[in-house]
């Protein structure tokens, strides 16, 4: 692998892109995250730089260089994505600048701001074509193998981007590998995580859907994969989790999860409110029982209806909803009695190897209930003790009130009884409690409908599925 630095302005660069007669740049790399990442006033911040460029530096731009064919070349975009098609969209016109410094140029300034690429005074349009990006090519050499090559340039991107703010679940697909990171790429982009499954887009942005994929693919390990063991879906265990499926994962596991993903496709061919992050890997994990136990997609639609608007068992759902809903407790709770309701609704036996699972969990419920219904019956018990009459002093002949003693207030005794009170705020606070847009949010939307979304752990490395 040869590393050269090169390099080109904008104008070749769009060409490129508009007219790939020769050379071509290709944005489509598994391991980058997706453009249209930055809000508008980074992008103007941006554009603002090209023009004073004599002030403002614009970082390196890192390129996988391929020959195609004779003097003929691709170049595949590793990191640098958002600069460069935000300078492209703004060129065409895509969005105008926010309220921006003068820019000036040779002495001439430029009022630049709420202004599009043809509102520009030529100078500046002709400042940015002509701009020259600093790009570093990584070429492969004869005898380079795809899989040292692939794995060089993920461990490039991981390196550039150790320092800055991704996301967990977007670092977790540069060290899943580039096989993996096509197969999260095109679930992602199907109909039903597109289009069906309710992602605001404030968590598309922070790649929560990606996110939700890998937490699926963690269960379902659970059940193919022998001496795969989950310990919770926290953002250490995503980690751990991609690392470990890198040039492992099998035939059958991509064949699992494809096909789940393909089901649910067809039972929601419309969005779902409720198709939320939080449910999102155990409906996954159903779809696999559904496909096992014969209910075609549209039975399973009919059941999440019925789940998430009638059944009872609804209630028992949102007490593992709470607050750390990533751990290893929580997920098994969703879990549980999500397959508990689908299997009664469809009168069909639960899985053997969730048997235990769903009988630890209605345990684990009944004790919770007790609880509180220890606390309403100590809320419902007078504040004062009656005491009997003719025991108690004359207050009026003793020329004081007599004191009345109070009745002690248990504390809660465990972890659980304090999480149970969280969930009841949840489920009753008012609007203006501190957490609970947030809480909402992350889990159901039980207290109030959130605003329409865009359109658009530690656990044990894998090995590869039997089989």
């Known amino acids: 692998m040869i590393r050269n630095n090169i390099s ?91 309220e921006m410094p003068l820019a000036i140029l040779d002495g001439t300034a430029y009022d630049v701001s709420g202004k599009y690429f043809s509102d ?18 990584f070429e492969p050499e004869d005898g380079d193998t795809e899989e040292y090559v692939n794995n060089t340039i993920e461990e490039v991107f991981s390196r550039l981007n150790s320092a800055v703010p991704l996301t967990s679940a977007q670092l977790c697909k540069a060290k899943a590998g580039t096989d993996v990171a096509i197969l999260l790429n095109e679930l992602l982009a199907s109909h039903f995580f597109a289009e069906s499954a309710f992602f605001t887009k404030a968590q598309l942005k922070a790649s929560d859907d990606q996110r939700c994929l890998l937490q699926a693919m963690m269960l379902l390990d659970r059940n193919y994969v022998s001496g795969f063991q989950l310990k919770d879906f926290s953002e250490t265990s995503l980690m751990e989790y991609a ?23 067809d039972a929601f061919p419309e969005k779902n409110k409720q198709l939320k992050k939080i449910n999102i890997p155990m409906l996954i994990y159903l779809a696999d029982v559904a496909m096992d136990t014969g209910v075609k997609p549209m039975y399973l639609r009919q059941w999440w209806e019925f789940f998430t608007e009638e059944d009872s068992l609804f209630e028992d759902y949102k007490l593992f909803c709470s607050t750390g809903f990533t751990k290893l407790e929580k997920v098994n709770g969703r879990l549980a009695v999500m397959v508990k309701s689908f299997c009664l609704y469809h009168e069909i036996e ?59 207030q248990e504390e809660p005794d465990s972890k659980e009884q304090g999480e149970i009170s969280a969930v009841q705020k949840c489920a009753d606070a008012p609007m203006e409690q501190e957490d609970t847009p947030e809480i909402q949010k992350e889990i159901t939307g039980y207290c109030e409908d959130e605003p329409e979304p865009t359109k658009t752990g530690e656990g044990n490395s894998p090995v590869g599925a039997e089989g």
């Open 8 to 98: 080109m302005t904008i104008k070749t660069l769009k060409a490129m892109k508009d007219n790939p007669s020769k050379d071509t740049i290709d944005f489509n790399s598994p391991i980058q995250r997706k453009s249209g990442m930055w809000d508008a006033k980074r992008k103007s911040l941006l554009i603002h730089s090209l023009l004073q460029n004599s002030i403002y530096s614009v970082p390196t731009v890192y390129f996988r260089k391929d020959m195609v064919a004779d003097k003929k070349y691709q170049y595949s975009v590793i990191d640098g994505i958002q600069r460069i098609t935000t300078v492209f969209d703004f060129i065409d016109n895509k969005f105008p600048l926010t």
């Open 120 to 137: 520009l005074e030529q100078d500046c349009q002709q400042e940015i074509i002509r701009f020259k990006l600093r790009i570093e090519a």
């Open 243 to 265: 690392e470990g499926i890198k040039g492992c994962y099998s035939d059958k596991q991509v064949d699992t999860i494809k096909s789940t993903v393909e089901y649910l496709t």
């Open 350 to 408: 639960i899985p053997e190897e969730l048997k235990d699972m769903v009988a630890e969990v209605e345990e684990k419920i009944a004790l919770i209930k007790e609880e509180r219904e220890k606390e309403s019956s100590l809320e419902a018990d007078p504040v004062l003790e009656e005491k009997d009459v003719g025991d108690a002093p004359d207050a009026e002949n003793a020329g004081q009130e007599v004191e009345q003693p109070l009745l002690e």
